[in-house]
Structures are given as C-alpha cells and as structure tokens.
C-alpha cells in the first residue's frame, strides 16, 4: 500500500528545512511493524512543490503504526509533527497495486 501526498514549501523557508525535518520524522515512523521506506520527490518545473510516498504493509497497518506514535508521546510528536512548520501537505490518499509491467530481464 501506498500513502501519498503533496507539500508545497512555505514561504521564507526552504525545502532543506522540511527535507531535515521529514527524514527525523520519518526515521522514526520506519522502525514500525509494517513500514517498508518511504521516498520524497521534487516534482520537475515546480521549485517547492514535493510529493511523498511511503510503502506500508497494508492500510491497516499503517493505521494501527500511526496510532501507537500520536500515543508516544509528546517529544516524538513534536518531531513527527515538524516537518509542518516548513511546508503545506495535501494528503492524496491511500492507493494499493492493482497492477504492475516490469521491463523484460536479460537472461
């Protein structure tokens, strides 16, 4: 499963700031049962707008990861949460693979 959404940086901040802030937060969401990576795009033509993509096990795993962390504490939520203060995120949703073509392997 796939969860993925948009960020659009904030002015007066930079996208080092929020690519700083992601990779603490995400560091610790990726030590969940479930997680499988998850990878930050810089969408080509449009300085400050990223996309994020995290690979989970499924929807419902994810959603029980999630929960454990809001319930961790306040000091990992500030850093889950930080990110935040340096950009605008617009959830797009939560996608599963239907289908896939891989390129042919040499043998």
Do not use: C
């Amino acid at each position: 499963m796939k969860f993925i959404f948009e960020i659009r940086i904030r002015n007066g901040h930079t996208e080092q700031e929020y690519i700083d802030a992601w990779k603490k937060g995400s560091g610790i969401i990726q030590v969940s049962e479930g997680a499988e990576g998850t990878v930050l795009y810089r969408k080509i033509g449009e300085p400050g707008t990223l996309l994020a993509i995290a690979s989970w096990e499924s929807k419902e795993v994810r959603d029980v990861a999630m929960k454990k962390l809001d319930e961790a504490g306040l000091e990992v939520k500030e850093v889950l949460d930080n990110h935040n203060n340096y950009g605008d995120t617009n959830i797009i949703g939560n996608f599963e693979e239907i289908a896939r073509v891989e390129p042919p392997r040499d043998s």
